[in-house]
């Protein structure tokens, strides 16, 4: 999939490619300096992991967990999952209630 953005002065091209577990991006910048322009290259390469691994590792470590489609009014692109992830216990109240005491 290919995407691009442009602005007055810049511009930005992604190109996703998905194989099994991993997602490579290909990202090439145009940014005019001076007369000319300057181009970028970079590549990102991701691991994806289902949401149900990611809970189910962070359960087995100790944590509750709970999933997020959004952080305040943003929503999350589809496929995308946000965690909270609190071990028992370990919270700042419960610190600085320890350390008053």
């Not at 997602?23 to 994806?48: A, D, N, P, S, W």
């Amino acid at each position: 999939m290919r995407n691009f953005i442009i602005g007055k002065d810049w511009a930005v091209l992604v190109e996703n490619r998905e194989r099994k577990n991993f997602l490579t991006r290909q990202i090439t910048t145009f940014r005019k300096v001076g007369r000319f322009y300057r181009r970028g290259r970079e590549t990102h390469t991701l691991r994806l992991y289902r949401s149900s691994d990611i809970t189910a590792a962070l359960r087995r470590t100790g944590f509750s967990v709970r999933t997020l489609r959004g952080y305040g009014d943003t929503r999350f692109w589809p496929g995308l999952t946000g965690f909270v992830a609190r071990k028992p216990g370990n919270s700042t109240s419960a610190r600085k209630k320890r350390s008053l005491g």
